[in-house]
C-alpha cells in the first residue's frame, strides 16, 4: 500500500544569516529522518521503535503528508475497496496525546461528524447521527456519549473518540504516533487489543510508532528499529524479537521486564542520544554499543540483508 523510498527530512537549524556571519559560524543542519526505506503491506502493521528523538513522529508527518521529504520519495498504491471503488487510500494520523488532540468545546458527537460532513459521506443529518453512533460502538463507547464533551472522559476513553473520528472518514491506512503513550498501563492493552480487533475487522493497515518495544510486540506484523534518523533492524517481527541481531535492538530488548525471569541481569541502557546535528562518526551507535571495535568508530555500517532481515552493524 505504501512505498517509502530513500526518504530523508532535513531541517536547516543555523542561526539567522546575520550572525551567522558576524560570528563566522557555519550553517547547522539537523537530519531527523536520514534515507530510510520500507513498503507497507495491505492489512498488516508495521511498526517503527526507537528511543525519544530518533524520528519516529516526522517520519509519521512525512507519511501523512503534513512534512515533505527533503530527499527521496513516499508513494500510495491505489486500492479497490469494498464497494467497488479504486483510488489511493485514505490516510489519517492518531496522536500520542488524546486530551491536546480533540477539540474540548466540540460534543463528542461534532467531533466525529466533522468528517462525515467534509467529506460528505453521509446524505442527511440523520444518517450522519446514526453512523457517529455507530462509530461510538465500533470503538466501544455507548451512542449517548454523543453528548457529552470531551472532559468527560477518561485518557482511555479520549483515545477511543479519536480512533472514532479517524474512522469516520473511511480511512484504509493509520498512522499512530505514540497512541498509548500517555496511557496507563492496563489502559494500553485495552486500546491496544481495540486496535487489533479493528484491523481484522475493518482490513486496516498500520504505520504503528511506539518508544517502546513491548507494546509493539503482540500486534506488529514487521519491525524497524529506528536510531538517528536511521533504521539499523527491519524485518518480521518475529525474527526481529526472536534474533536480535544489532546491539541496539538487543538493549532495547534488555530494557522490557519478564515475568518468568524477574532476576536475569539486565543491562541498563546507558548513556544519551546523541545530537542528530553532529552524529558521531563510523556507526552513530558506537558510542553507546558494549561491542563496538574500532572499525565501528570510523566506517559508517550500512544496511544489508541477513537471512531475510536487514541489520546495518559491523558485527551482525
Ligand atoms: N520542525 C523541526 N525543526 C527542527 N528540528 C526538528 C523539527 N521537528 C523535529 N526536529 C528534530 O528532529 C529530531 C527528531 O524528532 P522527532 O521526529 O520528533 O523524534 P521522535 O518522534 O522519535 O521523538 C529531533 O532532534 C527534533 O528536535
Ligand atoms: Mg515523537
Redesign the pocket.
Known amino acids: 500500500m505504501l512505498t517509502v523510498s530513500a526518504a530523508s527530512c532535513r ?1 536547516d ?1 543555523s542561526a539567522p544569516a546575520l550572525t551567522r556571519l558576524l560570528s563566522r559560524e557555519p550553517r547547522r543542519i ?1 537530519r ?2 536520514d534515507e530510510v526505506s520500507f513498503t507497507v503491506k495491505r492489512g498488516t502493521t508495521f511498526s517503527i521503535v ?12 512525512m507519511v501523512v503528508g503534513l ?1 515533505k521529504p527533503t530527499e527521496g520519495a513516499l508513494r500510495f498504491l491505489d486500492i479497490r475497496r469494498a464497494d467497488g471503488t479504486v483510488g489511493p487510500p485514505r490516510v489519517q494520523m492518531i496522536f500520542q496525546d488524546p486530551y491536546a488532540s480533540l477539540n474540548p468545546r466540540w460534543r463528542v458527537g461534532d467531533i466525529i461528524a466533522e468528517p462525515i460532513r467534509e467529506l460528505k459521506l453521509c446524505p442527511d443529518a440523520a444518517s450522519t447521527q446514526a453512523r457517529v453512533g455507530d462509530l461510538l460502538e465500533i470503538v466501544g463507547l455507548s451512542r449517548s456519549d454523543a453528548q457529552r464533551y470531551p472532559h468527560a472522559f477518561s485518557g482511555g476513553q479520549r483515545q477511543r473518540i479519536s480512533i472514532a473520528r479517524a474512522l469516520a472518514t473511511e480511512a484504509d491506512f493509520l498512522v499512530c ?2 497512541p498509548t503513550s500517555a496511557l496507563d498501563v492496563s489502559v494500553q492493552a485495552q486500546v491496544l487489543n481495540l486496535m487489533v480487533r479493528l484491523q481484522k475487522e475493518l482490513g486496516l493497515t498500520y504505520l504503528f ?1 511506539s ?1 517502546n518495544l513491548s507494546v509493539v510486540r503482540h500486534m506488529s506484523d514487521h519491525l524497524a528499529i ?1 536510531y538517528l ?1 536511521r533504521f539499523v533492524e527491519t524485518g518480521a517481527a518475529e525474527e526481529v524479537f526472536g534474533r536480535a541481531r544489532h546491539p541496539y535492538t538487543r538493549l532495547l530488548l534488555d530494557t522490557i521486564p519478564d515475568v518468568e525471569k524477574p532476576n536475569r541481569s539486565r543491562q541498563p541502557m546507558s548513556g544519551e542520544v546523541p ?3 553532529a552524529p558521531p562518526p563510523g556507526c552513530s551507535f558506537h558510542p553507546r554499543c558494549p561491542i563496538a571495535i574500532e572499525r565501528c568508530r570510523v566506517e559508517p555500517p550500512v544496511l544489508r540483508p541477513i537471512e531475510g532481515e536487514f541489520v546495518s552493524c559491523h558485527l551482525a
Open positions: 531541517f537549524v539537523l531527523a529522518v526507537g528511543e525519544s528523538g530518533c524520528g519516529k513522529s516526522t517520519l509519521a508527518r512534512q504516533d505514540e510508532i518508544h529506528m534518523g545530537s542528530p546535528i
